[in-house]
């Protein structure tokens, strides 16, 4: 079984986290089932389905096999997206570990639990603020 992530989880390396654009799912159960019908990079561990309003965190075990993409053995919901903060800063450095912990303090919502992803991108367009 995937184990939960721990506070502050952070990919290594950094390509150990896929982002991939998924449909609003009806039920976050339709989540595990559309990775699973999925193939994965050989190193992905972790990840963030995201849609216009929210995201959510899944682990991820890519089945045993010799090539660059295999099919999804195992996939657990992590964090549901109220438990989750998607920041878009294009001045962090997300491969640089030292970088992320100063842009975290105030930018969750109460009762979220210490479940990161953070992005940035140098053609970012945020608006600057935090989104779930």
Avoid: K
């Avoid at 699973?36 to 959510?56: H, K």
């Amino acid at each position: 079984m995937i184990p939960l992530p721990t506070a502050n989880t952070i990919a290594r390396p950094y390509r150990g986290l896929s982002v991939q654009r998924v449909a609003p799912p009806s039920h976050l159960d339709e989540l595990a089932d559309h990775v699973l019908a999925r193939q994965v990079y050989r190193r992905t561990a972790l990840l963030l389905a995201r849609w216009d309003e929210g995201a959510a965190l899944l682990g991820v075990r890519p089945a045993p096999g010799d090539g660059l993409f295999r099919d999804v053995a195992e996939a657990r919901l992590l964090a549901r997206p109220d438990e989750l903060v998607w920041i878009d800063d294009p001045d962090v450095d997300v491969g640089n570990a030292t970088a992320l912990p100063p842009r975290r303090p105030g930018t969750a919502p109460t009762g979220c639990r210490p479940t990161w992803c953070t992005a940035a991108t140098p053609t970012s367009t945020s608006s600057g603020g935090p989104t779930r």
